[in-house]
């Protein structure tokens, strides 16, 4: 079946300019990540959705970055006023079952961003 | 605070033999091991996980890993390595008892090469 899949792959922007990456999880997943990672690095979480209740965005590191999934199944990773240090790969990743630690989550390709 | 250690950033073996990939993990409570890989501009692929039981888990490609709570490591082993294996490796870890999520922290990775 379809895995999880993002848009687009690659994304270069201007500092200053404001970026959307969209996610389509698996679907009937009702658990869903973002994870931004740098280069040389292990993903980083930035923040959890159990349908569209976003129930933990503490890894988001700053105000300029926002996400969304209001229908509780794609969602949109929104960055603002985009920064070189925004530049990384931005994975989106998806779970069946809600919370619940050992549940696997299925990554997608990655949106790889570079600000310029 | 929940961390993941992977204390080789290389490791290199000959194909056909055995390799090992190291990782150790803080301790807080009885937590949930993974192990993923990247290959180049692809996502994470879920290699194999320990939840509770039976201290060696197998997984996909012949991967196995095992758990070992009085060392708290949780090395990702292969009895016959292939140039194919030659990728990104990451260690991560959740915990039960996360109230909202069940987010994964991972380790900072490890390029396992295999020469023909």
């Known amino acids: 079946g379809a895995g999880v899949s993002q848009s687009p792959r690659y994304k270069v922007a201007k500092r200053g300019q404001d970026v959307a990456l969209r996610c389509d999880p698996i679907s009937g997943h009702v658990s869903l990540f973002w994870y931004q990672q740098a280069l040389g690095q292990g993903p980083e979480f930035l923040t959890y959705?159990?349908?569209?209740?976003?129930?933990?965005k503490s890894g988001l590191p700053s105000d300029r970055f926002f996400a969304e999934r209001p229908e509780g199944s794609v969602s949109t990773l929104k960055i603002q006023r985009t920064q070189q240090e925004d530049s990384a790969v931005y994975l989106c990743a998806s779970s069946f079952a809600a919370g619940g630690g050992p549940d696997t989550q299925y990554f997608g390709p990655g949106t790889r961003l570079t600000v310029l | 605070a929940q961390s993941v250690a992977q204390p080789e950033d290389q490791v290199n073996v000959a194909e056909g033999n055995p390799l090992t990939v190291k990782c150790t993990y803080s301790?807080?409570?009885?937590?949930?091991l993974f192990w993923y890989v990247q290959y180049p501009n692809r996502g994470l692929q879920f290699l194999l996980k320990y939840i509770t039981g039976d201290n060696l888990v197998k997984g996909s490609y012949g991967f196995e890993a095992e758990f070992n709570k009085s060392q708290t490591s949780f090395h990702l082993k292969k009895p016959s390595a292939l140039v194919s294996d030659s990728a990104l490796y990451f260690c991560a870890v959740s915990y039960p008892g996360y109230s909202s999520a069940s987010k994964i922290i991972f380790g900072s990775g490890t390029r396992l090469s295999i020469r023909p």
């Open positions: 959705f159990q349908n569209e209740a976003q129930l933990d």
């Open positions: 301790v807080s409570g009885n937590p949930y």
